[in-house]
């Protein structure tokens, strides 16, 4: 198997983290070489968060370099135009209709852009765009709007259901297992 790369980005308390655990378990169970790479920055305050995901035969390098993923999972509207240049040119992205302002347009120096679905189908044209907090809401719990986004990936991927409920069932808190996975099937179903 060739390597393959996912980006995940998004703003701290979104759940990214978590989502690549999930996807270092699946990966994992399905006999690959997986290598994670976490940026933080100022995560606890609602900054950038960057996960490089990366699986195959055998990986040398946990980072993706700009122009290399083949998927982009972004938990933010203008953190995947930030990140959309990191996309291979047929590369595809996930993208939570969420728009999250950062503090500098909560203090006034800057607006948020209203273009920005526009500006990523310029680079992405075929850019799938999902209201994934809506769903958690739903759901109940605005904690899995990150399993809804991973149950939107796992129909681009050639992974039965199971296997990502197993990943979800090993990595997620045991109380919140169905929660969870409530989430991923409704991402899953909803494509």
């Known amino acids: ?65 700009p122009g290399t993923a083949d998927i982009l ?3 933010e509207k203008m953190e995947a135009l930030r990140w959309i240049h990191f996309l291979k040119e047929q590369g595809r992205a996930i993208i939570n209709s969420q728009e999250i302002e950062p503090m500098s347009v909560i203090m006034g120096a800057y607006e948020y852009p209203k273009d920005l679905e526009d500006r990523i189908r310029k680079v992405c044209p075929g850019a799938v765009f999902f209201d994934a907090l809506a769903v958690a809401k739903e759901l109940g719990n605005i904690k899995v709007a990150n399993m809804v986004l991973i149950g939107v990936l796992a129909r681009l991927l050639d992974i039965a259901p199971q296997m990502w409920e197993k990943a979800i069932k ?22």
């Open 73 to 75: 999972l972004a938990f």
């Open 1 to 65: 198997m060739d390597t393959r790369s996912i980006l995940i980005v998004g703003v701290g308390g979104q759940g990214t983290l978590l989502a690549s655990r999930v996807l270092g378990s699946l990966f994992v169970d399905l006999g690959c070489d997986v290598k994670i790479s976490e940026v933080h920055g100022m995560a606890q305050r609602g900054g950038s968060v960057v996960t490089h995901v990366r699986y195959g035969t055998k990986v040398f390098s946990p980072l993706v370099e």
């Open 170 to 191: 090993t990595v997620v808190p045991p109380k919140t297992v169905e929660i969870n996975l409530r989430a991923f099937h409704r991402g899953y179903n909803w494509i």
